[in-house]
């Protein structure tokens, strides 16, 4: 036969059908034998007729005791025998063994069954009587009967014979599908080295080879798994996707995860490809799908996920902590008013805006009248209290398109946007008479109030603010509570009558280019940001009534900016936490130098150039040969800079060392005055200090807590994008600005955070430190945004968020 012409199955199928032929044959020759019950009942028949030619013999001579022995003698020869008894023809019992009323049972009609055989007896050629034997049927009888009954020979011959024969022609030709002989040993070995599990299943999905690797993913060994459908485990794939290896048009790789949950292993995830396996013919034979164990993966991207939703959430609130801090930095926290440097950024963007657009714009200045008298008289909780109370008529009686803010002392700005000379005019008048009716008991308060616009000729912000306050000089000098317009004042103002000491216009200086300087500084350090802003505060306050608006607003410019030379210092020289070497000294001295070169090439305006330039020369000197000024010679800002300079830096804490009393420093200046400081200008300064009481920041200053929020916002981006080299920076510089303001926890985690990302830790073990900073930046900021007490800090602070 040409196997080629017919195909597997039916060979097979063939085959089985004589295999079967064959087995029942061979069964039907074991059942074709005598049955044990027939020759069982021809037994008992013998015994029967035996007995009952023995019994006539004895009834013919009439010996009834010879048949009862006789039926004896036969019950104890067979012990199945139950019962016999001999029956006369008339009915009468002539001998009886047993109990034989219980175990005689006949057929209905009277015939004999296999276990009550019943035997005529003869005398003479008439019936003398009858033989009635009874024998037992136990139920280990009825299973030996059915066990011995040719159907059940032949069905379980059957059976045997089939199970033997099919077991050794399937294994013999079906051996390609037992992995132990198809497969070589080596092959094998290797696949159950694959850390990843491998099943091969057929086009069915039953599994016909599995390794080591996948049989213990499922709980079951090698061999268990052999034959069963692959889908049988229960598989969880995403919602509505197929099993891959299930695709009805499979392409030659698919992947997917799967997760699958066991009592003993929980849940665990896999990634699960699956290949086609084709035979010569290009038809599909099978799958071959592999099992890589990624729960370890799935539950650190999980962790991962989880740590920085956390952190996105973190970042938002130290972003709303920010914002909060950047609010309180723009109020004065007397008043709630804007403080100057945030009221001189808006001013200036109100004048581009006005003036590109040629829009209205008008300024006016409040003076509370005879306030000095008022703290003299009734102290300074009085003082404040009316200060408080003016600047809330102030902020309700103006639009909330108008600007209020508290430029300084007693007096206040308002800014009004889209409105002309005659409009401030009523504006200010109207706040003239909301003060006036301010009822404080018997205290009378009053205000005078000087108004300019941007039609009258002002040329800049500080010149429209100089007209504003000559009004208002021009007001106090009539009789005080009353509004004065610019376009009022007579143009015949005696010099001696205007405010003294005043200098060419010079060129108008952006605050906004000031504040972009300001937040440099900030960013770089801190405490010298915090440091120019309350020299800038104490200097102002000094000038007050020796030189006018627009050189005061110059003043505060040269305050804030005289430090900016430190932008160019190292930071191991910067932020060293203790005191400096000689070396180190002669470094930061250079920062002068930096700073009048910077302030040269940002602005062209000679009278702040001098302020930075003469802030450190000496009121008097013995050499004189430098040709540099002395004495009057030197700018008047420059030698108010350096008297408020040198008081904040005796008062404030330093890392090395604590800040001096107010007393210590005061005395400081006197021993220093006429030599190195203007004499008349420290009794001026002296009397202003302790007029204006002014509040100290700690060494954590709200500049401070912000810079570092700003610091650590930074750090959180680096670490979404896991940056390593940018955190490794960022994280050393948050540890030295943390370290140089003694916030240590901040500095130890951050000192952990830079050695764990230059060690290259895994990015779960930064953002856990991340996080943390993030924790202790908002309990620093918590403290600041909570404590209305702290001086406000200024627009230095808001242009640093910025930044």
Request: charge should be negative.
């Amino acid at each position: 036969m040409n196997r080629s012409l017919f195909s597997v199955a039916t060979r097979v199928t063939f085959s089985l059908a004589l295999l079967s032929v064959t087995t029942t044959l061979v069964a039907y020759r074991l059942a074709d034998r005598p049955r044990r019950d027939v020759l069982e009942l021809q037994r008992k028949r013998s015994i029967c007729e035996s007995l009952a030619i023995s019994c006539s013999l004895h009834a013919g001579r009439r010996d009834t005791e010879a048949i009862e022995a006789n039926l004896q003698s036969v019950i104890r020869r067979n012990p199945d025998i139950a019962s016999a008894r001999l029956v006369k023809g008339d009915g009468v019992v002539v001998a009886e063994i047993g109990d034989h009323q219980r175990h005689w049972h006949l057929t209905t009609t009277g015939a004999s069954t296999e276990h009550c055989i019943q035997v005529p007896i003869s005398d003479s050629g008439k019936q003398w009587g009858r033989l009635e034997i009874s024998f037992t049927s136990a139920q280990q009888d009825r299973f030996a009967r059915w066990l011995h009954h040719p159907v059940t020979v032949m069905g379980l011959a059957t059976v045997v014979l089939n199970g033997l024969l099919f077991r050794w022609y399937l294994g013999k030709i079906l051996t390609y599908l037992n992995p132990s002989t198809a497969v070589p040993p080596h092959v094998r070995s290797t696949i159950d080295t694959f850390s990843e599990g491998v099943a091969v299943i057929d086009n069915s999905g039953r599994i016909v080879l599995a390794n080591r690797a996948f049989a213990k993913s499922v709980l079951l060994t090698t061999e268990d798994v052999i034959g069963k459908r692959l889908d049988r485990f229960a598989w969880q794939a995403e919602a509505d996707q197929p099993l891959p290896w299930n695709v009805s048009v499979l392409g030659t790789n698919q992947s997917t995860s799967l997760r699958l949950s066991h009592d003993q292993l929980g849940e665990r995830t896999y990634l699960v490809s699956a290949s086609v396996i084709k035979d010569d013919h290009n038809k599909r034979r099978g799958v071959i799908v592999s099992f890589d164990d990624i729960t370890g993966m799935v539950q650190k991207r999980e962790e991962l996920r989880y740590m920085l939703t956390e952190l996105q959430r973190s970042r938002d609130e130290l972003t709303e902590r920010n914002r909060e801090l950047q609010v309180l930095a723009t109020r004065d926290p007397l008043t709630s008013c804007l403080n100057r440097r945030t009221f001189f950024e808006v001013f200036d963007r109100e004048w581009n805006h006005a003036t590109r657009a040629k829009l209205p714009l008008s300024c006016a200045m409040v003076d509370i009248d005879f306030f000095k008298s008022i703290n003299d008289k009734y102290g300074h909780s009085k003082g404040d209290k009316v200060l408080r109370t003016v600047a809330a008529t102030l902020n309700s009686s103006v639009s909330s398109q108008h600007v209020v803010c508290r430029y300084g002392g007693e007096e206040f700005c308002i800014l009004m946007q889209s409105t002309d000379i005659d409009g401030g005019e009523r504006v200010a008048e109207k706040l003239r008479k909301a003060i006036s009716d301010l009822d404080f008991g018997p205290l009378k308060v009053t205000a005078s109030l000087g108004v300019s616009a941007i039609s009258l000729g002002g040329s800049s912000p500080q010149e429209l603010l100089d007209q504003a306050d000559k009004c208002l000089y021009v007001a106090k000098r009539n009789g005080r509570n009353q509004v004065v317009r610019w376009d009022d004042v007579p143009e015949d103002l005696s010099a001696e009558e205007k405010p003294v000491d005043r200098l060419e216009p010079a060129e108008s200086i952006p605050y906004a280019a000031v504040a972009s300087l300001i937040s440099a500084l900030a960013y770089r350090h801190a405490d010298t940001a915090a440091h120019s802003t309350r020299v800038a505060e104490l200097a102002v306050a000094t000038a007050r009534g020796l030189m006018s608006v627009k050189d005061a607003y110059i003043l505060e410019i040269g305050a804030l900016l005289h430090d900016i030379g430190k932008i160019g210092v190292p930071d191991s020289i910067l932020l060293k936490p203790g005191p400096l070497t000689e070396e180190e000294w002669q470094v930061m001295l250079v920062h002068d130098r930096i700073g009048v070169e910077i302030i040269d090439s940002a602005f062209c305006n000679s009278q702040l150039q001098d302020i930075l330039r003469y802030h450190h020369l000496h009121y008097l000197r013995s050499d004189s040969g430098d040709q540099l000024p002395q004495g009057e010679a030197i700018p008047l800002g420059a030698r108010i800079v350096a008297i408020a300079d040198a008081y904040d830096a005796i008062v404030s804490d330093r890392v090395y060392r604590k800040g001096r009393s107010q007393a210590a420093a005061f005395e400081e200046l006197r021993r220093c005055s006429g030599t190195q400081f203007d004499p008349d200008l420290v009794e001026r300064f002296i009397q202003t200090v302790t007029d204006h009481r002014t509040l100290d920041l700690p060494m954590t200053s709200k500049l401070t807590a912000m810079q570092i929020g700003i610091q650590i916002d930074h750090l959180t981006k680096a670490v979404d994008d896991e940056d390593r080299a940018g955190i490794v920076s960022l994280a050393s510089r948050l540890r030295a600005t943390a370290a140089h303001c003694q916030i240590t926890a901040i500095e130890d985690v951050a000192a952990a955070l830079h050695a764990a990302a230059a060690a290259g830790d895994e990015i779960t073990d930064l953002l856990d430190l991340t996080s943390e900073l993030v924790v202790l930046c908002q309990q620093t900021q918590r403290v600041y945004a909570q404590a209305p007490a702290l001086q406000a800090c200024d627009s230095t602070q808001l242009s640093s968020v910025g930044s």
